[in-house]
């Protein structure tokens, strides 16, 4: 006998688990932003990593990406626009494996859409300059906002903020 491909492993802590940011996501995105590319020329641009998780709404494992433990300080725009989403001001530990921020840079910048695959209902978070899929938002984060926006490393691309100069 062949295994059922819906057949969910109990063991596996993400399969139940709302919050889990490690399901990927079948969200329906309004990409009518300024930048308008074919998937040609995303796939010409960027890594194929970074086209799987951007313009196919994939997810990177814990843990094991480019910034879910990354401290510095800067700015983490759009990988696929360069459009600044988030500051390192706003990242914190969220013990999730993802780098995980309590706010977007400017809430324009960042569109949400309900995410109803899996059976579940999240809010999936995109770029709203080219539409390129970012994460997840959760109301589980902390102080002032409450909030947790759970952010692929590789729809980030991080750069160092020279006007705050590290410690002499
Ligand atoms: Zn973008």
Redesign the pocket.
Known sequence: MTAQPDDQDPADPQANNPSACGLPSNANIDARGP?QKSDEEWKAQLTPNQYRVLRDQGTEPPFSNEYWNHKADGTYA?A??G?PLFLSDTKFDSGTGWPSFFAPHEPEQVGETVDTSYGVSRTEVH?N??G?HLGHLFPDGPKPTGQRYCINSASLAFSEDSSHPTEP
């Open positions: 930048v759009c696929g626009c459009t770029c300059a080219c390129g």
